[in-house]
Structures are given as C-alpha cells and as structure tokens.
C-alpha cells in the first residue's frame, strides 16, 4: 500500500538533476528536505543505474538514479534541484540535454534551487542573467560574464531561484529552498483557481 504523505509539499514533485561524482551532502540533504515536508523526488541523471558521490575530493555513498535524461519529463516536476560538486555539474553543463531541461525549468518560471557549483550549469541555459546569486567562489567571474550579480552569502533568495555557496550553507539552503517550493506552490494553486 502507498504510503500518504503530509506535509507543505505533500502532492509535489521535484526533479534533482546530478551526474556522477556529486557533492553528497549537498544531494542527499535536499533530497531528505523535500522528502520531510511530503515531495516526491526523482533522481534525475545522463545515465542509469547508480552515480557516485563525492566528500570533496574522497568518494562517498552512491546515489540510485529513478529516471534518465531521456525518461524525465520537466512537466511532470513543480520545481528542479542543482547540487554540486566540481565533476558533476561540469559534466551536465556539457549535455545538451541536461541543459535544455534546465532551460525548461527557467522559461516556465518553476522554481530552481542551485548550490556550489551547482550554477555551472544554468549560466550554461541563460538562466542568471540579471539576476542576484552565489554559488562556489570560483564561479564567481563565470556567473558575472553571464550576467548574474554575484555575493558572498550564505544564501541569496530571488524570484524562483535560491542559491547557496557550500556543504556548510545547507541549513539555509534547504530552509530558504523549501519555503521557495511552498510559495511557488501556492502561486501556482491560485493562477490555476478559476475567476469567481
């Protein structure tokens, strides 16, 4: 029998897009985040089977992939989930795919949650031009050339986008990420409200 979920998100689904040799924490913590307040969430990847995470530069626990690139489908998913790791988004930033979905995400205004290197991937789909972010420091010239206005804080919320620097930002990252789900969940519940 299906377990019934409650909570803020119960009913929702969230897509966490990742490729082998992700950051570990910065997957599983979000994934046990959404999953707390009643989500659904699909691993997401280029490839099926397990992708591997990583503590820094050490290999960590391995991650079970429940949909392909190829299976996923955007519209099914209220919100989309971009951990990091240096390998991982590099790789993604690299897949035509994984940047059009990214880019389908963005263009329908559906909230996206990006941390660490996390934005590598959306300077790759036009999606920080003109906007407010943080992210790895190293990603710093890169989102700048891209458009974005970078800070160092631990978490910068802006309209659909939440971003966060490192491991250590994840109490605010998730905070900052679930409360951003719930408000684009409720927007999305009144536009579809019919007139009285």
């Known amino acids: 029998m ?16 990742s490729e082998t040799n992700f950051e570990q924490d910065e997957l599983f913590e979000p994934a046990k985040a959404l999953k707390n307040a009643g989500a659904r969430v699909d691993i ?29 489908n955007p519209d099914d998913y209220d919100g989309l989930v971009l951990p990091g790791g240096v ?3 590099d790789a993604l930033r690299m ?22 290197h996390g ?10 031009r003109g ?21 160092d804080q631990e978490v910068v919320v802006e309209p659909n ?3 966060s620097r490192k491991p250590a930002d994840l109490p605010a990252f998730n905070r900052e990420m679930i409360r951003m ?4 969940s409720s927007r999305r519940r009144e536009e579809a409200r019919p007139p009285a």
Request: charge should be positive.
């Open 2 to 17: 299906a377990q019934q979920h409650t909570g803020t998100l119960a009913g929702k689904r969230y897509a966490i897009l």
């Open 44 to 72: 997401v990847s280029p490839r099926a089977g397990e992708i591997q995470g990583m503590r820094h530069d050490q290999k960590g626990d391995k991650a079970l992939v429940d949909l392909t690139l190829d299976q996923a």
């Open 87 to 89: 390998m991982n988004p």
């Open 95 to 116: 897949n035509p795919k994984a940047v059009a979905l990214v880019r389908h995400f963005a263009s329908a205004r559906k909230p996206i949650a990006a941390i660490c």
């Open 119 to 128: 934005p590598w991937t959306l300077i790759e789909a036009d999606a920080v």
């Open 131 to 151: 906007r407010k972010v943080t992210s790895w420091p190293s990603l710093k010239t890169d989102l700048k050339n891209a458009g974005a206005t970078w800070v």
């Open 161 to 163: 986008l939440v971003t």
């Open 181 to 184: 789900f719930e408000q684009s």
